[in-house]
């Protein structure tokens, strides 16, 4: 394992202790037996952590992985997409945001690739295919199952 | 005898065959789309069953519940998306097989395990189910403790070379289901002042999240055109054939264990399919090739699976105690057509429990048959290229998430556990052992709280619990499987230091 990955493993696992001793803190105002499970639960996930730390100081010759700073670049722009889609989905509404969502991500997804394809009508075909899977899935949700579909003011 | 051949004639009617057919197709379909339960089709076709009558109606019902937890198993194998809970386990092998360009392997043997399974666990019902309800009135709070103390050791057996990572995993899924009101007492509690999360975290768009939204994310990174080579295998179905007539134990096993886990109220098909999956790792001669696309692994989640479709419904049927929310809406329909479930069932509706228990074999029989036929038209998921793909299953992942908690809430959660699942493969922490702890938590407190308060008299809580017999059997399960880890964990290691030596000389 890369040094780089082994820190971040480390920050994780460090961070899971930190969320265990907050909701060990918590647990103090709960009335007994109640604090029971979640003291032992808490208890357990902290000497965990603890282990995990000590084991990965010992272990060797695991996987190598490397993240760039494009990878990371483009592990937030992918995040941050989702995060801004959720927002539409329940601010515009299903049909406006899925249809530009998933147009764009098709794009981006292909951004720098050498395709011939692409070079000719990429807005056109990836317009078509976006409609058609907004499409398939509010038919299978909303009309054939009768699902409760997210909404807004505009559709 | 006499009742359950009148049972079949019922069953054997062109208009109940055809529905039940139609309702196999639509159970497949829900069953593969993430966010979608069997739970959701068979609730969502209550009022048509109603319309049917008692016999067909309860057919269909049926025929849903069998074919959706089937389905599961085609978007955990060929996504590693999970499409139920209890499909979990069915993952950590399908979608390595997809991966190796042998989804086809992997979803033939979904299918036949699921039809052996789901026809032994009527087999279950059928001949036993009247004593077999009565063993599972002796579960208490104490035992179901120790049930999901046991699938949470099997889960530390799970995690590849990684026992202590596999703990944390499954330690971080009971915290996260901590989040929300106390099961037993209903204080509120760790919501942080988050108003939405005093209703929990509510386990389908979790699972959503920690399995489809982080693979979305995983396919959009991903620089090749696909995510598997879409291919045909020479000779498949003889290669299967040989397969399971090789895994004959594990299939066996895992029904046996389906069976018996389906019979227990509460505890479900996630630690039916996980226990036998790692019982079939455990004994396996090459336990190093599970996680990496074992199709015994397959084989035995699915039996188990869908083995406990039946058997779930034994209390329900037997004692009118429904074991799971899928025995419970059906529960509902038979209420509504008059029939009081329990022992009165027997005795007043004989011919009804009888056609139904019929049906239940008819359902897998058209299982095979229209599973045969679908499985070749689910694989072409992998026809399309990975920058529609993923986009796609985010589309997917986000309606399926609001129509499982109608509300936008939901989708946080999914996104929030997809963050979560896809940071923890980053950094090497199984994503598996936190799913089975989110979905065994309320089991394993509710069992716990309501023990502590049983034990008031006793000495101690682990001397009340010792002193069951069915409690210290498990007790001592989970021990051995906590010793299983540990010598699988040393067998893979020997068998890959083994290997490595046949490599380099």
């Known amino acids: 394992m890369d040094r780089l990955c082994i820190y971040a493993s480390d920050v994780f696992i460090i961070l899971v202790a930190a969320i265990a001793i907050a909701f060990r803190i918590q647990t103090a105002g709960t009335a007994e037996p109640f604090d029971a499970y979640p003291k032992l639960i808490t208890g357990a996930l902290i000497l965990l952590a603890i282990g995990c730390l000590i084991q990965t100081r010992f272990s060797q010759g695991l996987t190598k992985k490397e993240s760039s700073f494009t990878q990371v670049l483009k592990f937030v722009a992918l995040i941050a997409g989702i995060a801004i889609y959720i927002l539409a989905i329940s601010k515009i509404g299903y049909f406006v945001s899925s249809t530009l969502y998933l147009l764009t991500m098709f794009h981006l997804k292909r951004y720098g690739n050498a395709d011939e394809f692409l070079e000719t009508k990429p807005i056109v075909a990836d317009s078509l295919i976006s409609l058609a899977i907004v499409t398939s899935i509010a038919v299978v949700f909303k009309f054939a199952l009768n699902l409760v579909f997210p909404e807004s003011w505009l559709f | 005898m006499e009742s359950l051949l009148s049972g079949f004639s019922d069953i054997f009617d062109p208009q109940t065959l055809l529905i039940m057919s139609l309702a196999i197709v639509g159970g497949i379909v829900v069953g593969t789309l993430p966010g979608l339960s069997s739970v959701m089709a068979i609730s969502l076709m209550l009022p048509i069953a109603y319309a049917f009558g008692p016999v067909m109606g309860l057919s269909m019902l049926g025929a849903i519940y069998t074919a959706a937890l089937y389905g599961g198993a085609n978007s955990a194998i060929l996504l590693n998306t999970p499409g139920t809970p209890s499909s979990l386990p069915t993952a950590f092998d399908g979608f390595p097989l997809t991966r190796q360009g042998k989804a086809y392997r992997a979803l033939y043997a979904a299918l036949f395990a699921s039809v052996i399974g789901g026809l032994f666990g009527t087999l279950v019902l059928i001949a036993a189910f009247e004593?077999?309800?009565?063993?599972?009135?002796?579960?208490?709070?104490?035992?179901?403790?120790?049930?999901?103390?046991?699938?949470?050791?099997?889960?530390?057996?799970?995690?590849?070379?990684?026992?202590?990572?596999?703990?944390?995993?499954?330690?971080?899924?009971?915290?996260?289901?901590?989040?929300?009101?106390?099961?037993?007492?209903?204080?509120?509690?760790?919501t942080f002042g988050v108003y939405p999360l005093i209703s929990g975290i509510e386990v389908i768009p979790a699972l959503l999240g920690l399995f489809s939204l982080s693979q979305a994310m995983n396919i959009l990174e991903a620089t090749g055109s696909h995510i598997a080579p879409y291919k045909a295998e020479a000779n498949l179905f003889g290669k299967l054939a040989r397969k399971f007539r090789q895994s004959w134990s594990i299939l066996l096993r895992s029904s046996i264990v389906g069976s018996i886990i389906g019979i227990l109220p509460g505890a479900g098909g996630a630690i039916a399919s996980i226990i036998a999956y790692n019982e079939a790792r455990r004994t396996s001669k090459d336990p190093g090739l599970f996680g990496k696309g074992a199709v015994e692994g397959v084989i035995a989640s699915e039996a188990a699976n869908n083995a406990q479709v039946s058997s779930s419904l034994v209390p329900m049927m037997g004692l009118g105690i429904p074991g799971n929310v899928n025995a419970a809406v059906i529960m509902g329909a038979l209420m509504s057509f008059g029939i009081q479930p329990g022992m009165g069932l027997l005795s007043n509706s004989s011919d009804i429990a009888y056609a139904f228990m019929a049906s239940l074999v008819v359902s897998n029989f058209l299982l095979l048959g229209i599973g045969f036929y679908m499985v070749k038209l689910t694989a072409r998921v992998l026809l399309i290229p990975s920058n529609y793909l993923g986009p796609g299953v985010i589309a997917l992942c986000i309606v399926g998430?609001?129509?499982?908690?109608?509300?936008?809430?939901?989708?946080?959660?999914?996104?929030?556990?997809?963050l979560l699942g896809y940071i923890m493969l980053r950094v090497g922490i199984p994503i598996g052992p936190l799913a089975l702890g989110l979905v065994l938590g309320p089991i394993a407190e509710k069992g716990l709280a309501q023990s502590l308060q049983m034990a008031e008299s006793e000495t101690s809580l682990l001397s009340f619990i010792l002193s069951r017999p069915i409690s210290l059997v498990l007790i001592i399960l989970c021990i051995a499987a906590l010793f299983a880890a540990l010598l699988v964990e040393k067998k893979t290691r020997l068998a890959e230091t083994r290997r490595k030596e046949l490599q380099d000389g």
């Open chain 2, 131 to 190: 004593p077999l309800a009565n063993l599972s009135l002796k579960f208490g709070p104490p035992e179901f403790f120790c049930l999901a103390c046991l699938g949470l050791c099997a889960v530390a057996a799970i995690s590849e070379g990684q026992v202590l990572r596999g703990l944390l995993s499954a330690c971080l899924g009971l915290l996260i289901a901590l989040i929300g009101q106390d099961p037993v007492s209903g204080d509120v509690r760790f």
């Open chain 2, 401 to 418: 998430a609001y129509a499982a908690t109608y509300d936008i809430y939901g989708v946080w959660v999914m996104f929030g556990t997809g």
